[in-house]
């Protein structure tokens, strides 16, 4: 998919469709007045019919019957304008869509100049990741003609000088998704740690980072016990992935990612129910998306030194798996009681914090994790639970989220919380009972983490889509790559462009 910002004007374009997007009860056609002088009238006529109200969610297409390349003006409704930006990536992501449902390869979008929702350059921005995310199918599997055939091309239309820039970062981290979600869409058979652990090395050695992967016979010299532990029912071993990001200049301690990388979860000896069991090959979405933050930053060449953990193991039933009641020596020392094998995400999670604070001292970590059903429970599948022991930290979160659109809520971590996990035999266990599942589960990790500013991101809600939505088809989401990306891109110091522009 090319995506090029083009400085218009937007009735000259040679495209198959052009999107153009109003808001809410839009009477007249400004301001694309000239647009609809061209088309004689489409517009004026399209916003007096029922048709269209510009409401948030509809789209309408009006064939142009002029002898132009241009076969469809597609209208897209903003619904309020306070919808922000969000509202925007929806809707163009709605029209882009309906483009391709009609048929067309090669979209124009005219990009609003007015900076009534947010500055034109932040606009394209987003089109471009509305689009390019919505372009998305996940067809390895499936016959050629079976399905639809994705969008060629978007040509964003704005003469704002910053937008080229921008819309090349945006397709970079929007590329860095489709990315992520390829990887949680692929079968688990063929993924497993060794084989995802060397899909990250590709990727390594093609973006310039640094990688060295930690197999079982190193982790267990090392001591990554509870990581091998979870590891020993299944016929394949763990993977430790290393990544480093390290750009000439940037100097100091190095921002760390860590992702649970559970290739597959049966829930082990403590197995799960078997329906749903197939979207538990998405309990790795956690490590797609540090990876795929990873990419990304090496290709926008950030000067941010970033560092990544990602901890990988398959989680199986078998005759050497480890058990409810064993007692396990994480590598900071701490024992842990295991009394659910299902609870194996925080197991990995232990080892590889552990391993992140020893081997980077980094000035901070961010853990991303699908790990608890309880965190789906509390806040439903569209929004992660954001916890850690650091206010600035997770203002800054915050604040990404709020750019990318990817949700987040707080969930508190009182010290009240640490009692459900003491373990009368170990240091803690591994479960913390009935209820507040998402924050004892956070408190466990806290036992890694000693006092390196953390936050632990609970994306079990929304890192798989069971429903299509704008620009998410169902599947793997790829959640948190963009989120990820703004926090780095705000640490590293503003907004920086694509290297290779
Ligand atoms: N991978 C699951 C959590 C999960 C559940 C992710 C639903 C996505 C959708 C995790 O490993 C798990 O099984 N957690 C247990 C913990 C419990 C045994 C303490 C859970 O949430 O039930
Ligand atoms: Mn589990
Ligand atoms: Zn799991």
């Known amino acids: 998919m090319r995506i090029s910002v083009v400085t218009g004007p937007a009735e000259t374009i040679e495209v198959d469709a052009l999107i153009v997007a109003y808001p809410k009860a839009a009477k007249d056609p400004s301001p694309w007045d000239k647009l609809d002088q061209s088309t004689d009238g489409l517009i004026t006529e399209a916003l007096q019919s029922p048709a269209f109200r510009g409401a948030a969610g509809t789209c309408l297409a009006v064939p142009i019957r002029k002898r132009t390349p241009c076969r469809d003006l597609i209208l897209v409704g903003l619904g309020d304008p306070g919808a922000g930006v969000e509202g925007w990536r929806r809707a163009v992501a709605d029209g882009a869509d309906l483009a391709r449902r009609r048929g067309h390869r090669r979209v124009g979008l005219a990009v609003p100049e007015d900076g009534v929702i947010a500055a034109p350059a932040r606009l394209a921005a987003a089109a471009a990741e509305a689009i390019v995310l919505g372009n998305y199918r996940y067809t390895e599997f499936k016959r050629p003609e079976e399905h639809q055939k994705p969008l060629e091309s978007a040509l964003l239309v704005t003469s704002t000088l910053d937008a080229p820039g921008q819309v090349k970062s945006a397709s970079i981290i929007a590329g860095a998704v489709c990315w992520a979600r390829d990887l949680i869409n692929t079968p688990p058979s063929d993924k497993r740690p060794p084989e995802l652990a060397a899909i990250a090395a590709t990727m390594a050695a093609e973006t310039g980072l640094s990688c060295h992967i930690i197999d079982e016979r190193e982790a267990a010299s090392l001591g990554l016990n509870a990581l091998l532990a979870v590891a020993r029912g299944s016929s394949a071993g763990p993977r430790m992935v290393i990544l480093e990001h390290a750009p000439a200049g940037a100097t100091g301690a190095p921002v760390v990612l860590v992702g649970k990388g559970v290739t597959f979860d049966t829930g082990g000896i403590s197995i799960k129910p078997a329906k749903g069991m197939d979207e538990m090959k998405a309990d790795m979405s956690g490590a797609a998306a540090v990876l795929a933050a990873m990419r990304a930053a090496a290709e926008l060449d950030l000067p941010l030194r970033v560092g990544a953990v990602v901890p990988m193991a398959e989680n199986m039933p078998g005759g050497d798996s480890y058990r409810p009641g064993d007692l396990v020596r994480a590598y900071n020392g701490t024992t842990i009681e295991v009394l659910n094998t299902d609870a194996e995400g925080r197991m990995i999670l232990a080892d590889a914090l552990a391993y992140a604070r020893e081997h980077f001292a980094p000035a901070c970590m961010i853990d991303l994790a699908t790990l608890t059903g309880a965190c789906v429970v509390a806040l439903g599948e569209e929004v992660a639970g954001l916890m850690g022991n650091d206010e600035e930290l997770a203002a800054e979160l915050v604040q990404a989220s709020d750019e990318s659109g990817e949700r987040l809520w707080r969930l ?90």
């Open 412 to 501: 508190p971590m009182y010290p009240e919380y640490r009692k459900l996990i003491e373990s009368r035999v170990a240091d803690i266990k591994n479960t913390g009972g009935r209820w507040g599942g998402a924050i004892t589960a956070a408190k466990f990790l806290q036992e890694f983490v000693g006092d390196t500013p953390w936050a632990h991101l609970d994306i079990a809600g929304p890192a798989y889509a069971t429903k299509d939505a704008p620009y998410r088809p169902r599947g793997g989401v790829g959640f948190g790559v963009r989120l990820l990306l703004s926090w780095l891109q705000a640490r590293a110091g503003g907004h920086t462009s694509g290297a290779a522009q």
